[in-house]
């Protein structure tokens, strides 16, 4: 959540994008990956049942001891609304003006949403647990341990639920996919910090499926839908000029937007290949 205003805006409108498509065709209400088992087919049909098993996920890794959590980036609110009906006191982070909206109906008023980055929200509260669910990605890490670590309460713990870069040397070639901190760094930083590590769970396998998932639809939904628009605005006379001024200044952004999205390389083998994700707890230790 370090990200300059552009990154995140846009970022914001991918995620609005996919919340208006998945909300509107499969009544989906959450923005993280799904956690598919080896039953479960491949099929967006089923993507919301495995958004529930990530967050069953979750919920059993959270110690007995949490009352109280700050869910940092935390999407629509709809995992924070489980953990509300769960019985947990939960406060949510988000710098979206839009998100923020969601996130108070699903909470139903029950929790405070602090619309701003992690790395500046300035709040007197402390809490049991701040939860990480695919947002640590988007934080530095040093000022992201340091700001979690002081708001806990003693003996707190923070729980990071994210994918990470595999160290290069135990991978060939450039990964087509972006995002995710590197794993090496993440682990010596946390080395030298009174973190204990309780749990680590590497859901690498469970996860992968969604890249495919979302490469289908990118290849068979939206590049066909983004071909025929494009025929259909040149094919206007009048357009033809705008077309010609536009397709110069936007080519450079049209090419990495086909390069990154449309080359068939967003798959679950190059996410295995090049990405590991973790469920990853740890304890507050001051003594």
């Not at 309460?153 to 990071?160: C, R, S, V």
């Not at 839908?225 to 397709?247: H, M």
Request: proline share 2%.
């Amino acid at each position: 959540m370090s990200k300059s205003k552009n990154a995140l805006f846009s970022q914001e409108i991918g995620l609005r994008l996919a919340l208006i498509f998945g909300s509107y065709l499969y009544n989906i209400k959450q923005l993280h990956f799904g956690y598919w088992s080896k039953d479960m087919k491949l099929e967006l049909s089923n993507l919301s049942k495995a958004q529930a098993g990530y967050c069953g996920l979750l919920r059993s890794v959270i110690p007995v001891n949490v009352k109280t959590i700050l869910d940092v980036g935390c999407g629509t609110g709809a995992l924070a609304q489980e953990l509300l009906a769960a019985g947990y006191a939960v406060d949510c982070v988000t710098p979206s003006d839009f998100f923020t909206s969601l996130i108070a109906s699903n909470t139903d008023g029950k929790s405070e949403i602090f619309q701003t980055t992690f790395e500046e929200l300035k709040t007197d509260k402390k809490y049991d647990m701040i939860l990480f669910s695919e947002s640590f990605q988007y934080i530095d890490i040093e000022k992201g341990f340091k700001k979690a670590m002081g708001l806990l309460n003693d003996n707190g713990h923070i729980l990071i639920s994210d994918y990470f870069k595999k160290d290069k040397k135990m991978v060939s070639g450039k990964s087509p996919l972006s995002g995710g901190h590197k794993l090496v760094k993440f682990n010596e930083l946390i080395k030298g910090l009174p973190l204990t590590e309780i749990k680590r769970l590497d859901i690498t396998e469970q996860t992968a499926p969604n890249l495919d998932l979302v490469n289908d639809l990118l290849n068979n939904l939206a590049l066909p839908a983004i071909e025929c628009l494009l025929k259909y605005v040149k094919a206007k006379y009048w357009y033809n000029l705008a077309c010609s001024v536009s397709s110069l200044i936007f080519r450079k952004k049209i090419d990495n937007l086909q390069r990154k999205y449309f080359r068939d390389e967003r798959n679950a083998e190059n996410f295995k290949k090049y990405k590991q994700y973790l469920v990853l707890l740890y304890k507050l230790n001051l003594s």
